[in-house]
T-cell receptor
Framework: KAGVTQTPRYLIKTRGQQVTLSCSPI?????VSWYQQTPGQGLQFLFE???????NKGNFPGRFSGRQFSNSRSEMNVSTLELGDSALYLC????????????FGEGSWLTVV | SQQGEEDPQALSIQEGENATMNCSYK?????LQWYRQNSGRGLVHLIL?????REKHSGRLRVTLDTSKKSSSLLITASRAADTASYFC????????????????FGKGTLLTVNP
């Protein structure tokens, strides 16, 4: 079974631009969540989707948004990029998102210059 | 905010020795998961232990959970150079109710270095 797949793996953007990251969960998993990892703040929860509905959202500004499609694939978007948005963005999936093992992808490295 | 706090922040040992990492958390949990992260890579799931379990084993890994002390420990026996990585504990800090509000809260991790 293929794992969680994230694209692109690396990208460089300019301040003020916007970026879209993609995530394909493990087949059969309907819960997809996103995390941001930075040296200063560590791993922080962004949001979680289940059956195309956002069920929970972390404490991030509205510039961070996401969505989930009917095939459970998910995208997250960051608009008006700031230097502080440079981070490793990790996508995770699980069968239901409630008390089950959560599996992570390799992440997307975003550098904002 | 960080729910879990790993201790120590960094640990350096020789190959063949055992490594013990601890995690403390603040609120009631449904389960606790341990992950490994090699530099610049994603998180690899190691073990999930539920709040009604006290100990779990997986190969060279042993995890304990003490809900009265709100703490967990990860023991890696007979360590190898390939075990060099950061280790994180993550808690499900929100009790499920109605099928919503699930997320993991991570500690800052323990950087384990195993010297050959």
């Amino acid at each position: 079974k293929a794992g969680v797949t994230q694209t692109p793996r690396y990208l460089i953007k300019t301040r003020g631009q916007q970026v879209t990251l993609s995530c394909s969960p493990i087949s059969g998993h309907r819960s997809v969540s996103w995390y941001q990892q930075t040296p200063g703040q560590g791993l922080q929860f962004l949001f979680e989707y289940f059956s195309e509905t956002q069920r929970n959202k972390g404490n991030f500004p509205g510039r961070f948004s996401g969505r989930q499609f009917s095939n459970s694939r998910s995208e997250m978007n960051v608009s008006t990029l700031e230097l502080g948005d440079s981070a490793l963005y990790l996508c995770a999936s699980s069968p239901e998102g409630r008390g089950n093992t959560i599996y992570f992808g390799e992440g997307s490295w975003l550098t904002v210059v | 905010s960080q729910q879990g706090e790993e201790d120590p922040q960094a640990l350096s040992i020789q190959e063949g020795e055992n490594a013990t990492m601890n995690c403390s958390y603040k609120t009631s949990i449904n389960n606790l998961q341990w992950y490994r992260q090699n530099s610049g890579r994603g998180l690899v799931h190691l073990i999930l232990i539920r709040s009604n379990e006290r100990e779990k084993h997986s190969g060279r890994l042993r995890v304990t959970l003490d809900t009265s002390k709100k703490s967990s420990s990860l023991l890696i026996t007979a360590s190898r150079a390939a075990d060099t990585a950061s280790y994180f504990c993550a808690t499900d800090a929100d009790r499920w109710s109605g099928g919503s509000n699930y997320k993991l809260t991570f500690g800052k991790g323990t950087l384990l270095t195993v010297n050959p």
